[in-house]
């Protein structure tokens, strides 16, 4: 299919991203204003912006609702606290239905705070993260498991953000794997995709994104040795595709491996959130073509167009159809 054929048909199509479902502060400060505090001696941020974003599995819906998507929605867990106001309110402007995010004042809100030098235009500091480390609490989950199943009914692609990287605190628990295990299982028709950054090996069922470092972490930790064709067996998946950076993507089927190039971008302006980009450019182009090597260049466009933008930037299907003609 051409990349037209797969950009018209996307309006049909609904996801559901479901996991880690972040908030994103880009918080701009004055280094003019950094004079120590009276109180403490210790240098001050002076904090003079901030915008907002959907982060983590967020940035994915924000790039399914950019491509043209019939209908997005999120499937996670907030804190009751002013940051999952924010992401609320966010996840609302970007047209992604946030109607399954279970808010709880038993946990914050996932939120990554970055901040920006107004001088020079790049993040320069140490990031203030807001997370969890205590697993999530069993009725919230509860909530979570109760919800899945029918949700999954109602949607045509599935991705699953499993974001947080310490071993307990995030959305995509022991039982919630599980549970998107026997939902594929009893799905064959519908795309499962996740990307995991710590815990990969564990899925089961379901198509599985990683990059090389990634995969290569996950072998050792499974098979105590780097085989990414036996990876792929170790998770029971029709499909694992290892992204390599401006090199391309490594698939990895029954048949084998095929690599796939992609055409390198001259300096991008900021690759954070190139993954997820990838994420949700795939993984709805193959629910349309049925093609890894399609969907995995269709991907590889998406986030080539998000990389020479500031933030997590998103690829509208105008920005795609230049891409693919360039």
């Known amino acids: ?181 026997e939902q594929a299982q009893q799905h064959p028709g519908k795309v499962f995709w996740v990307d995991s950054r710590e815990r990969m090996e564990l899925f089961r069922n379901i198509i599985v994104k990683s990059n090389r470092e990634e995969a290569e972490a996950a072998c050792h930790r499974a098979l105590g040795k780097v085989d990414i064709k036996a990876l792929r067996e170790h998770c029971k998946t029709k499909l694992l595709i290892v992204t390599d950076g401006p090199q391309g993507a490594l698939i990895v089927d029954a048949t084998g491996e095929q690599f796939c190039p992609t055409k390198a971008v001259e300096k991008p302006v900021d690759i954070c959130g190139a993954g997820d980009a990838f994420s949700a450019g795939a993984a709805v182009a193959l629910a349309v073509t049925g093609s890894a090597v399609d969907a995995v260049r269709f991907g590889n466009l998406v986030a080539s167009i998000t990389i020479m933008k500031k933030g997590t930037g998103t690829a509208s299907p105008a920005e795609v159809l230049e891409a693919a003609r360039g």
């Not at 904090?47 to 609702?65: R, Y």
């Not at 979570?144 to 959305?171: H, R």
Request: aromatic fraction near 4%; hydrophobic fraction near 40%; charge should be negative.
């Open 1 to 181: 299919m051409t990349t037209s054929e797969i950009l018209a048909a996307f309006s049909k199509l609904s996801a559901l991203v479901v996991g880690d479902i972040c908030l994103d502060r880009w918080c701009t400060y004055d280094p003019a204003t950094s004079e120590a505090s009276r109180e403490t001696g210790i240098p001050r941020i002076g904090v003079i912006q901030t915008e907002v974003t959907p982060g983590a599995g967020g940035t994915v819906a924000n790039n399914l609702v950019a491509l043209g998507l019939g209908r997005v929605a999120v499937l996670g867990v907030a804190g009751d606290d002013g940051h999952g106001l924010e992401l609320k309110r966010t996840l609302g402007r970007h047209h992604i239905s946030s109607e399954m995010l279970i808010r709880t004042p038993q946990i914050a809100t996932f939120t990554y705070t970055k901040l920006i030098n107004s001088v020079t235009s790049k993040e320069d500091q140490p990031r203030v993260d807001f997370i969890s480390t205590v697993p999530l609490d069993t009725q919230i989950e509860q909530q979570v498991l109760d919800l899945l199943p029918e949700a999954i009914d109602s949607f045509d692609v599935i991705l699953i953000s499993d974001q947080a990287e310490t071993s307990a605190g995030g959305v995509v628990t022991p039982a919630v794997r599980d549970l998107l295990a």
